[in-house]
């Protein structure tokens, strides 16, 4: 049956209904219960969590009831670099940092060379790990504390990685991956055994610290595919299931459709590597407007913030509650104008990636601190 959307791990196009996606992959949708059991802890709730960008979850009941008792846990969330990062792949990142932080806990960052070199046909594994490494940098320069962050590119943590993997495969059938992932005939035989690769550190810091440690993954809902196999395989193995969380995407800048990312094309992607001018031009050429056709007609009836692209970014990326609601009352009463509202993103974008890639500059320096080797 056409449902109108996609979402894999490798492909998100179309209107994406999130509540039939929660739906359709067994995740459980975030209820104001389980809201107040976070906010028990971190004081003031994420405008990620209260705005429902996060908005599925699995086990996170269960892992914040052990974490009442006095269990630990770790996080775990990564990336596959397959060219620059681009606001995008930010947005669970920065709120895996506020975890942290609430709950001071260890992150572990998978950088995936082997999958991108695996699934892009045009990347050599050279190329896909210097860019694990370019990307590592935008990691660290969210603030991560070093003592409690490790970064892991596969090839050069794959003594411990691999043996882990072994375990998972052993334990997963291709008929399985093939239903989860939707694997061909043609599929090249690398990526059959690549879920397993992307489920082993699910289980690293039980494996490194001798204890069962419980982690939660905090990621868009493309990878949740990943997290069945892992908790699937996870009691055969003797170890905790993991726990998940998931946002929905930050939309292209063309329109509400699929996912920012960089196959959509440069019209519809903001890189980390954008310079402000380009920023500028992009948002104020490219983004799709909820605004009416005239400033008359939209003086009188107001602009849709629910499919303009401006606005929708801004609940992704103004923490300032007061501020955004504001801007929506605004635009939806006709009072800001379509441009406006552009301008306005477009000096919130500018300002956050002028003090983001300083902080990615001065993070070269520290890289090392934060690298797994093996
Ligand atoms: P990758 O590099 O495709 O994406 C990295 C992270 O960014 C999220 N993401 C987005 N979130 C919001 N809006 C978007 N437009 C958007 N585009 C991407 C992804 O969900 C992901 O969290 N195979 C993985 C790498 C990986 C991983 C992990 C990711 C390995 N282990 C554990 C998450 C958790 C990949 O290629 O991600």
Redesign the pocket.
């Known amino acids: 049956m056409n449902k109108g959307f996609v979402v894999t791990?490798w492909e998100v196009s179309g209107d994406i209904d999130y509540s039939r996606l929660a739906k359709e992959f067994g995740t459980t949708p975030i209820s104001d219960t389980l809201l107040k059991k976070i906010e028990k802890h971190s004081g003031k709730l994420h405008y990620m969590l209260s705005r429902k960008i996060f908005f599925s979850h699995r086990d996170l009941d269960i892992l914040l009831s052990e974490y009442e008792k006095g269990t630990k846990f770790a996080l775990?969330?990564?990336?596959?670099?397959?060219g620059d990062t681009?606001l995008?792949?930010l947005?669970?990142?920065i709120f895996t940092k506020w975890l942290q932080d609430v709950f001071d806990a260890p992150l572990y960052f998978?950088?995936?060379d082997d999958?991108?070199y695996l699934c892009k046909r045009d990347l050599d594994l050279s190329q896909t790990t210097a860019m694990g490494y370019e990307n590592a940098l935008d990691i660290i320069a969210l603030g991560f504390d070093p003592e409690k962050t490790h970064i892991i590119v596969d090839t050069d943590y794959s003594k411990t990685l691999y043996k882990i993997a072994l375990q998972v495969a052993k334990k997963t059938t291709a008929s399985s991956a093939k239903a989860v992932f939707g694997f061909t005939n043609e599929t090249n035989i690398g990526m059959y055994f690549w879920p397993a690769m992307?489920a082993a550190?699910c289980f690293l810091p039980s494996i490194l610290s001798g204890q069962k440690i419980r982690t939660l993954?905090?990621?868009?809902?493309?990878?949740d595919p990943?997290w069945r196999i892992a908790r699937d395989v996870a009691p055969k193995l003797g170890y905790p299931k993991t726990s998940a969380i998931h946002?929905?995407?930050?939309?292209p800048l063309t329109g509400m459709s699929g996912?920012?990312?960089t196959s959509e094309g440069m019209q519809s992607t903001i890189f980390i590597s954008d310079d402000e001018k380009t920023v500028r031009k992009k948002i104020m050429k490219y983004a799709f407007s909820g605004g009416k056709e005239t400033v008359e007609e939209h003086r009188k009836k107001g602009g849709n913030p629910d499919i303009d692209i401006p606005y929708q970014w801004l609940r992704y990326f103004e923490e300032d509650e007061k501020k955004l609601r504001k801007i929506y009352d605004d635009y939806s009463s006709g009072k800001l104008l379509s441009g406006e509202i552009k301008q306005i993103l477009a000096d919130k974008i500018s300002k956050f990636l002028a003090e983001h890639r300083k902080k990615r500059e001065s993070a070269r320096k520290n890289i090392s601190k934060f690298i797994l080797k093996d």
């Open positions: 791990p775990y969330t990564g990336r596959g670099p397959s681009h995008g792949h947005i669970p990142w998978q950088i995936t999958e991108k992307q550190p993954i905090p990621a868009a809902i493309d990878q990943y946002c929905s995407f930050l939309p996912k920012m990312s």
